[in-house]
């Protein structure tokens, strides 16, 4: 009898997990305050059902609902990985704050939902964010089970450069700087990680890491 009682505990702790995962949303907007007018797109995460013009506009939904950080993205390049994956990147300059409690309206334009995760990311080298979803390209990974729901992306838009190469010096700096007893990465990591990233940017190739709900 305890064994089931446990298993049945175990079940419905399962089904929580991946109900807490919510829903995710990109939406387009106009956004208006002070008599100004701002054109962009917004990422939304909520435990809600989302919005539905039946009950309310979206005005109302998007404030009530709101509680992500307040950007707004004038520009993305959008790369498509595969056929139900797909991300965004952004440049630096295209990314502003808003203040919810300033806004008058907010018109909605256009609605994408995508699967809860990191959707946005930033790029600072133009020439490569120039390329995404204009060139074809090479891409590859690097994944652990220890890293649970992280992943790491390859993708060369310089089909002549060697993937392979990059792949393994990635994977020495990851072994390298994974600590196992904690199964972490040390503090040093992401300082090598980003330089080796930006030396990669001069030659069209983008690396980053990824992460998806748990």
């Given at each position: 009898m305890r064994i089931l009682l446990v298993l049945i505990i175990v079940l419905i702790q399962s089904f929580n997990l991946y109900a807490d995962a919510g829903l995710a949303f990109r939406y387009k907007v106009e956004l208006q305050y002070d008599n100004i007018k701002k054109t962009g797109y917004i990422y939304h995460y909520t435990y809600s059902d989302g919005y539905k013009k039946e009950k309310e506009s979206f005005c109302d939904y998007f404030i009530r609902d709101?509680?992500?950080k307040p950007y707004l993205y004038k520009e993305i390049h959008?790369?498509?990985?595969s056929e139900n994956f797909e991300l965004d990147f952004f440049l630096p300059e295209n990314r502003s704050e808003f203040n919810l409690k300033?806004?008058?309206n907010i018109r909605l334009l256009e609605e994408k939902?995508?699967?809860v995760g990191e959707k946005?990311?930033?790029i600072e080298n133009k020439n490569v964010y120039d390329l995404i979803g204009q060139e074809t390209f090479n891409r590859d990974g690097i994944y652990y089970s220890w890293m649970e729901?992280?992943?790491f992306f390859i993708i060369a838009f310089n089909k002549e450069k060697n993937i392979v190469k990059t792949k393994t010096t990635l994977d020495s700096l990851i072994k390298k700087h994974f600590n196992n007893e904690l199964q972490i990465f040390d503090e040093k990591f992401y300082k090598s990680f980003n330089k080796v990233k930006k030396q990669l940017l001069n030659e069209s190739i983008l690396v980053f890491q990824y992460c998806d709900a748990l």
């Open positions: 709101f509680n992500n959008s790369l498509n990985l300033k806004i008058t939902e995508f699967t946005i990311i930033l729901n992280c992943s």
